[in-house]
């Protein structure tokens, strides 16, 4: 039985409960080159406040309930406080199975891995903007075709102000989200950054399969089956991203689908001035949708 009918591309999804939109790759591309146009989105800038608002336009168009958390930290090389913001844009908020998507929006105020210019802040189209960008188009998605589950799509900031070597310093805002929960606790949850490299290689990070390798399998199993080629059956790298708040302070087993070889082993424009969208392709975060729509959407 087929509660939804749409006018155009279909999928048909064995697994899945309903007929959906096919994720569109190119559309979540222009969401990644629209927050690029806002220039640097670090903590304190001008980027980062027109492109929160941006976000909330746009995602207050989709979501059944949109709010902000907001706390204060001192930005480094600032002398007062700033005012950062985790974004949380709720879909079936009174489903029995609730599930969290996050990615994080802000961009690092230093290219610390960049052979020149350290201080400048990059641009940030893999490292905050790719991430953001799957999610906005799920969230399209989500309100054309609503879910049987629950779905918070949050968008923490403040994830790449630390300084390296000391985990506690990055992902600021999911620190912040954990230990001060403003939605009751989800199911489990799925982060995603730096998922838009045009040479886009998925292994499985080392933190997220400790964390829930239930939902690990179930994930990369599900991509082999898609035949999406970028999602690589190994473990492989272990960082501290968003989900490890979410799981040590606050106890939600959650993984982190995170491409840390951009663009391969030889070459790097992670947290330098060339992380800029010609590096990203709109191939890739529609793997990585494709997916998600395939995982949600297949949930009984
Ligand atoms: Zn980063």
């Known amino acids: 039985m087929l509660k939804y009918m749409f006018i155009g591309l279909v999928l048909f999804c064995t697994a899945c409960t309903k007929e959906v939109d096919l994720f569109s790759g190119e559309s979540a591309f222009a969401y990644l080159e629209k927050q690029c146009s806002f220039g640097p989105r670090n903590p304190g800038s001008k980027g980062h406040a027109e492109c929160k608002q941006y976000l909330m336009a746009e995602l207050q168009q989709f979501a059944d309930t949109l709010f902000v958390q907001e706390f204060e930290l001192i930005v480094p090389g600032d002398s007062k406080k700033s005012t950062l913001t985790n974004i949380i ?16 929006w802000d961009t690092r105020p230093w290219a610390d891995q960049a052979f ?3 201080s400048r802040p990059v641009l940030g189209a893999n490292d905050g903007a790719s991430g953001v960008a799957v999610l906005l188009e799920l969230a399209k998605m989500f ?23 000391n985990p506690k310093t990055f992902a600021r805002g999911s620190q912040h989200f954990a230990s001060n929960l403003p939605i009751a606790k989800p199911d489990y949850a799925i982060i995603i950054d730096m998922v838009g490299d045009a040479e886009l290689s998925l292994p499985i990070e080392r933190n997220s399969f400790r964390q829930n390798r239930k939902l690990i399998k179930e994930l990369w199993g599900q991509a082999a089956d898609l035949d999406l080629k970028a999602f690589v059956p190994s473990i ?9 708040p979410l799981f040590e302070i606050a106890g939600i087993p959650s993984i982190d689908i995170i491409d840390f070889d951009y663009p391969n082993v030889y070459q790097n424009y992670w947290h330098t001035h060339e992380d800029t969208p010609d590096k990203c392709s709109a191939e890739s975060l529609e793997q990585v949708g494709t997916l998600l729509v395939h995982h949600i959407y297949g949930i009984k």
């Open 116 to 118: 020149e210019y350290k």
């Open 236 to 244: 492989k790298h272990t960082v501290f991203d968003d989900h490890v």
């Open 89 to 104: 844009a709720r879909f079936n908020p009174n489903a029995q199975q609730q599930i969290l998507l996050g990615a994080h």
């Open 143 to 165: 309100s054309n075709n609503p879910p049987s589950v629950g779905v918070s799509i949050v968008l923490f900031d403040a994830e790449d102000f630390g300084s390296a070597g």
